[in-house]
């Protein structure tokens, strides 16, 4: 099994660019997470799936808009790309009710 | 008050020693506790989890929870060089499904 994976590893985005992040997982994980991280503020939640067709805010999803067609696939979209969402964007998936989350390498994205 | 809170650090060690890290968190019926390691540049890695007062040990690692002090912690014992990392502590919030809250993360450095 490949885990999580996340495309692009890099990106370097213009203001006012769009972009969507990629993540699969193949461990038929009903639950997944985008998560951001900033230096010194810890992991934010932006959205999270419970499964195909269902999606609901974290705690930062302002600027992101998110789907979930199938249980492998959520990928992330960024509007209009501002400088404050300069950040390292990682997935993660869980099964329900075990709560223990694991996480894709992670997109580093700049936006300048 | 956050909701998870943990020491920045860094936390110095020597090689061989027991390194121990700590963690308070606010919601007091919490019951899910889970320890991330997360190497420079890398995405976090799940090493422990524990959902009951006490000790779990997995190899050279110890995570202990005393949810009436509403404090988890970890020990490294036999500290390697190879274990220096930030390590973040997570939270399963009641009512919050399976979403994890993090703390900033203590970063351990073991010195040779």
């Known amino acids: 099994n490949a885990g999580v994976t996340q495309t692009p590893k890099f990106h370097i985005l213009k203001i006012g660019q769009s972009m969507t992040l990629q993540c699969t997982q193949d461990m038929n994980h009903n639950y997944m997470y985008w998560y951001r991280q900033d230096p010194g503020m810890g992991l934010k939640l932006i959205y999270y799936?419970?499964?195909?067709?269902?999606?609901d805010k974290g705690e930062v999803p302002n600027g992101y808009n998110v789907s979930r067609s199938t249980t492998e696939d959520f990928p992330l979209r960024l509007e209009l790309a501002a400088p404050s969402q300069t950040s390292v964007y990682f997935c993660a998936s869980s099964y329900p009710a075990h709560y223990e989350q694991y996480f894709g390498p992670g997109t580093r994205l700049t936006v300048t | 008050q956050k909701e998870v809170e943990q020491n920045s650090g860094p936390l110095s060690v020597p090689e061989g020693a027991i390194a121990s890290l700590n963690c308070t968190y606010s919601?007091?019926?919490?019951?899910?506790f889970f320890w991330y390691r997360q190497y420079s540049g890398k995405s976090p890695e799940l090493i422990m989890s524990i959902y009951s007062n006490g000790d779990k040990e997995d190899g050279r690692f110890t995570a202990q929870l005393n949810k009436a002090s509403q404090y988890v912690s970890l020990l490294i014992r036999d500290s390697q060089p190879s274990d220096s990392a930030t390590y973040l502590c997570?939270?399963?919030?009641?009512?919050?499904?399976?979403?994890?809250?993090f703390g900033t993360g203590t970063r351990l450095q073991v010195m040779l």
């Open positions: 799936s419970v499964g195909a067709g269902i999606t």
């Open positions: 997570a939270v399963n919030p009641t009512g919050t499904a399976s979403k994890l809250t």
């Open positions: 919601d007091r019926v919490s019951q899910s």
